[in-house]
């Protein structure tokens, strides 16, 4: 089995990465970052390979009305949560420098389900 690199976000009660993982109480800042549409673009758009079969909201910021459903997305390489997108481009999270150079080197393109090495990634 091909272990995926979790970029994990513990407070949102999903998948909990390394000491590198964004956190959302302190890993945010008020000016966007370099890239940050391709990057939030990519976070939303890569296969989904996980559901939590409900909706939420802004955990930051509970009056703010959006839908968000909760699982977990891949590229094949990185795992993360799928509404990571959204904190990215809300409040300018930061995602780790290494996952921002993956992307880079994908020209911003997330592989589609089909180009995805599932059997790989989940055989026993």
Known sequence: MKALRHIGLSDLGGIVGGPECPRLAV???A???????????YLETAPSYAAAGKIVGDVLNPDE????????KTDGVFSWAAELYYYVRKYHL???????????????IPPTEDEVDWKALFSH
């Open 94 to 108: 930061r995602v780790p420098t290494v996952f921002i150079e993956h992307m880079a080197l994908r020209n911003w």
């Open 27 to 29: 890993d945010f800042v």
């Open 65 to 72: 009305q959006v839908v968000l459903f909760p699982g977990a």
């Open 31 to 41: 000016e966007p970052q370099e890239n940050e549409d391709k990057i939030a673009r």
